[in-house]
T-cell receptor, first 113, second 115 residues
Framework: GDSVTQMEGPVTLSEEAFLTINCTYT??????LFWYVQYPGEGLQLLLK?????DKGSNKGFEATYRKETTSFHLEKGSVQVSDSAVYFC????????????FGDGTTLTVKP | DVKVTQSSRYLVKRTGEKVFLECVQD?????MFWYRQDPGLGLRLIYF???????EKGDIPEGYSVSREKKERFSLILESASTNQTSMYLC??????????????FGDGTRLSIL
């Protein structure tokens, strides 16, 4: 079945550091890929998405590129802020599973001033 | 803007009670979902509905049931609450779409404690 593997956390960085959170996936067909973010006390919200190979999703300074050859969708940001502290989830949605998504376990990011 | 509303942010119930968690979306989405979120276990799908009165079991349906009488509302029911159902519950919705590119939209969650 489909699966998503995320880099284990927690991750602690200083403000303005470079962020990478690794995500790899296994899926049949051609899934769409997503990054969601969950701020403390809130539900998940979509951060960015990519729907086909070599697409780059971007939002709020975050980027991720859909790499079909390596089945990866790594999240990057050039300079993190304290306000980026949150839990980040990688997810996929395949055509074959009637609308359900498969989520990674989440990576907790803490950014210190 | 898209809105998924869960009826309670915090709820405290007693063992053996029947508990109802309500979720409403205003986006005319066909799909609705209930997850529970526990530390170290990520998101686990409890039930999924792809249309009114239609439902499908997720990964952990035991001890739960659902109801979808109207398109905008999806209820999660704990038939006889137990302490191991203490958790954060998240509701989500999405469009079916003709492709897989539709994200899920989440409510803010209900933190349920069973005493």
């Amino acid at each position: 079945g489909d699966s998503v593997t995320q880099m284990e956390g927690p991750v602690t960085l200083s403000e303005e550091a470079f962020l990478t959170i690794n995500c790899t996936y296994t899926a049949t067909g051609y899934p769409s890929l997503f990054w969601y973010v969950q701020y403390p006390g809130e539900g998940l919200q979509l951060l960015l998405k990519a729907t086909k190979a070599d697409d780059k999703g971007s939002n709020k300074g975050f980027e991720a590129t859909y790499r079909k050859e390596t089945t990866s969708f790594h999240l990057e940001k050039g300079s993190v802020q304290v306000s980026d502290s949150a839990v980040y989830f990688c997810a996929l949605r395949a055509n074959t599973n009637a609308g359900k998504s498969t989520f990674g376990d989440g990576t907790t990011l803490t950014v210190k001033p | 803007d898209v809105k998924v509303t869960q009826s309670s942010r915090y709820l405290v119930k007693r063992t053996g009670e029947k508990v109802f968690l309500e979720c409403v979306q205003d986006m005319d989405h066909e799909n609705m979902f209930w997850y529970r979120q526990d530390p170290g276990l990520g998101l686990r799908l409890i039930y999924f509905s792809y249309d009114v009165k239609m439902k499908e079991k997720g990964d952990i349906p035991e001890g739960y049931s659902v109801s979808r009488e109207k398109k905008e509302r999806f209820s999660l029911i704990l038939e006889s609450a137990s302490t191991n159902q203490t958790s954060m519950y998240l509701c989500a919705s999405s469009l079916v779409g003709t492709r897989s590119n539709q994200p899920q939209h989440f409510g803010d969650g209900t933190r349920l404690s069973i005493l």
